[in-house]
């Protein structure tokens, strides 16, 4: 007899909330005159099975200059960037947006570790690469482009050696 799965205290997929895209995170790559291609970066708490949902790009449609519709193609990456996913949107409106058959891909972590000292270290926060305070994990620095900026920041922060 198969058990509920409020009984066995699993939450079902409609309890939990899924998080929404915002239209800021959405970059246009090419306008063409049928379809526009789209970069979009989701929050940290959006996995790739969200994408199911067409209500996550509800902010997305509601007005935004980054509307998606029918025929456009988006590409979405994950905001510790291990997973990148296309798609073509197979219908859209005011609500949400269905994805036909997101392609998702992962990527492998990295190979070389972010430079890091016993106060510091250098972390991705979904826009750039940052100095964090290992204390507390605040951000100490404007996000860069890259870790060697990052790094170079960081060494910055300390007062420089005085020569005998």
């Known amino acids: ?15 939990r909330a899924v998080p929404e895209i915002d239209p800021a995170r959405m970059t246009l790559q090419h306008a063409g005159q049928v379809w ?3 970069l979009v970066r989701v929050p940290a708490d959006f996995v790739a099975d969200h994408l199911k949902s ?6 997305a449609q509601a007005g935004s200059r980054n509307a998606l519709r029918k025929l456009d193609r988006v590409t979405v ?22 994805l036909a058959r997101p392609r998702i891909t992962s990527i492998p972590v990295r190979f070389d570790k972010l430079f890091e000292d016993d106060q510091y ?8 690469y940052v100095v964090e305070r290992k204390a507390d994990g605040h951000a100490m620095t404007q996000p860069t482009a890259n870790p060697e ?13 005085v020569g005998r």
Do not use: Q
């Not at 270290?121 to 750039?128: D, K, P, Q």
């Not at 900026?149 to 050696?161: E, I, K, S």
């Open 121 to 128: 270290r250098v972390a991705w926060n979904g826009h750039g």
């Open 36 to 38: 526009s291609e789209y």
């Open 77 to 98: 990456i994950a905001f510790d960037e291990s997973w990148i996913a296309e798609a073509i949107v197979a219908s859209a409106d005011s609500k949400g947006a269905v």
């Open 54 to 59: 067409p209500s996550v790009w509800r902010k």
């Open 1 to 15: 007899m198969a058990k509920s799965a409020a009984a066995l205290d699993i939450p079902e997929s409609s309890d």
């Open 149 to 161: 900026l990052a790094t170079r920041l960081l060494v910055n922060m300390y007062p420089a050696r």
